[in-house]
């Protein structure tokens, strides 16, 4: 029974089979899908993994860490990198990577530890970054005009940016607020927490579908 699905890992193995799809139907951006695939990809072992430890009693917070905070916010960060495609962004690249790298390591030894507890103060960072990149994302299209008036209906990376921000500006505000949330009524964070697993759902769910809007653009829109 400790290893039953939840609605939620439902949703993360859908989006993972939907993600595929995209390799066989995608004409162009085509880096861009691997580095979002990998991102569900990384999202559904981790929860796996993390569920199969946590129901034998072993602690799982060291795999949520690594997986969900290190690993996972460097290929978002990355995948930024494809959709911008300039050359002086990898540089920014790098050094957020070094610079996250050595709080992960100072935050796991000094701090929140690595082992046993989520590290909170890492979740606001994380978050915090990628909120950054999805609002200079949303400049570069309505100052910099970016997108040359494509239709955003048809761009994937606008709807995959959108539910990045959606979630990620929830999980900021959750995680960073959290030591007034726990002297809140149980029930109230618990519903707190089933909102942004429902937000954090929708966007791996978004990240399968967006490549796909493509192919249905020349399916059945622009068709003769």
């Given at each position: 029974m400790g290893l039953a699905w939840t609605f939620y890992n439902y949703i993360l193995f859908l989006s993972f089979v939907i993600g595929v799809f995209p390799f066989f139907t995608l004409q162009e951006n085509k880096k861009e899908h691997r580095v979002l695939f990998t991102v569900i990809f990384l999202g559904m072992l981790t929860e796996a993994i993390g569920r199969y430890y946590g129901a034998r009693g072993i602690y799982n917070s060291w795999i949520f860490n690594f997986g969900f905070l290190y690993l996972e916010t460097i290929v978002i960060w990355y995948y930024f990198l494809t959709v911008f495609r300039k050359?002086?962004?990898?540089?920014?690249?790098?050094?957020?990577?070094?610079l996250f790298s050595i709080w992960f390591i100072f935050n796991s030894f000094f701090l929140q530890g690595f082992w046993e507890t989520f590290q909170s103060y890492t979740v606001i960072i994380s978050s915090l970054s990628i909120i950054l990149c999805c609002l200079w994302f949303f400049y570069a299209i309505l100052v910099?005009?970016?997108?040359?008036?494509?239709?955003?209906?048809?761009?994937?990376?606008?709807?995959?940016?959108?539910?990045?921000?959606?979630?990620?500006?929830?999980?900021?505000?959750?995680?960073?607020?959290?030591?007034?949330?726990?002297?809140?009524?149980r029930n109230l964070i618990f519903i707190l927490g089933s909102i942004l697993r429902t937000l954090s759902g929708l966007m791996y769910l978004v990240m399968g579908l967006a490549y796909l809007l493509p192919y249905f653009q020349k399916k059945f829109f622009l068709a003769p």
């Open positions: 050359g002086h962004y990898q540089k920014i690249f790098i050094v957020g990577i070094v910099k005009n970016w997108l040359n008036g494509k239709s955003l209906l048809w761009i994937p990376s606008f709807w995959v940016v959108c539910f990045l921000f959606f979630f990620y500006t929830a999980s900021f505000m959750y995680f960073a607020s959290f030591g007034y949330l726990i002297g809140l009524d």
